[in-house]
């Protein structure tokens, strides 16, 4: 049985542990609150500008690998974590990345270096991005937006997908995938949609080219907004995990002043009863 100094160091020690722990959750917290508050200023009628743009063109008349894909592989966007407490939610995107793919062809992009071992163990390709913080979200969306785009236009990569961190409450994170390009697989066109023939679309560039150029500032824009996703969820998950690691400390701490209060009884009686027995010894016959 631990001496009575060495509880009352393990005492000491855990309850630092759990004001440590507890700034740390506030931190995360405060950090959710935050990032959340920016989702939700998104500048939405940039998205609405996008679709009401492709209702106009009609997708099918181009031939560029933004639209139609000239490859079969597929090139899977993996945002990634690389901040502590983060690993589960990590192996579930490049899970859900691996089942998007199956056996075919691809290609991983990855943010950070976290997750090396794990692509490793699924032998697939992967480029290695920076990983994202808040400051250089734009940089480091512009260099994925530049590799992939250069790959698409050199018909390397055909269908891009990107896979993330949804955060659907501050408790659950759910793991989602989305399209990214081919265009013509993000809008479709209704083949019951009633076309006027009298309305004129008047094209001063051609499709091809502006399909280039838009895809382009639809990656970086769709990017950001899956970082800033995936960011939420890592603080979600680490406010959550901090939580649980809370309650243990104090579930510790219970057990351990338990111990400490019967440690000290068990030192008093067994003081008690050496001088009892000391006493009836010496005591005259």
């Given amino acids: 049985m631990p001496t009575l100094p060495v509880i009352a160091q393990e005492r000491i020690v855990s309850s630092n542990m759990k004001q440590i722990m507890g700034t740390m959750k506030g931190i995360a917290m405060s950090s959710f609150v ?8 998104r500048f939405d009628r940039f998205t609405t500008s996008f679709n009401s743009f492709f209702q106009l063109a009609d997708l099918s008349k181009a031939k560029n690998p933004f639209v139609q894909p000239d490859s079969s592989t597929i090139c899977v966007i993996a945002i990634t ?48 991005f920076p ?54 697989d993000i809008y479709t066109k209704d083949p019951a949609e009633v076309i006027d023939k009298d309305e004129i679309f ?12 838009l895809s382009e500032i639809w990656i970086i824009y769709k990017l950001i907004s899956l970082f800033q996703d995936n960011k ?8 959550m995990q901090l939580d649980g690691s809370l309650q243990n400390l104090e579930e510790l701490e219970k057990k351990l002043k338990l111990l400490f209060v019967k440690t000290r009884r068990e030192m008093i009686d067994a003081s008690l009863r050496e001088t009892v027995t000391a006493m009836m010894v010496n005591a005259p016959g």
Wanted: with cysteine.
């Fill in 34 to 41: 935050e990032v959340k508050k920016k989702r939700e200023m």
């Fill in 81 to 128: 974590s690389n901040e502590s407490f983060m690993a589960g939610l990590n192996n579930k995107v490049i899970k859900l990345a691996r089942e998007k793919t199956g056996d075919r062809p691809c290609h991983f992009v990855v943010t950070g270096p976290r997750m090396i071992g794990r692509l490793k163990q699924e032998k697939v390709p992967y480029t290695i």
């Fill in 131 to 184: 990983g994202f913080r808040d400051k250089n979200m734009l940089n480091v969306a512009t260099q994925i937006k530049d590799f992939v785009t250069q790959k698409v236009r050199e018909k390397e990569f055909g269908k891009v997908l990107a896979v993330y961190a949804d955060p659907v409450s501050l408790s659950n994170q759910e793991i989602k995938a989305v399209t990214l390009l081919p265009a013509h």
């Fill in 202 to 213: 008047c094209e001063e560039s051609t499709l091809d080219a502006t399909m280039e150029y």
């Fill in 232 to 239: 939420l969820s890592e603080y979600a998950a680490q406010a």
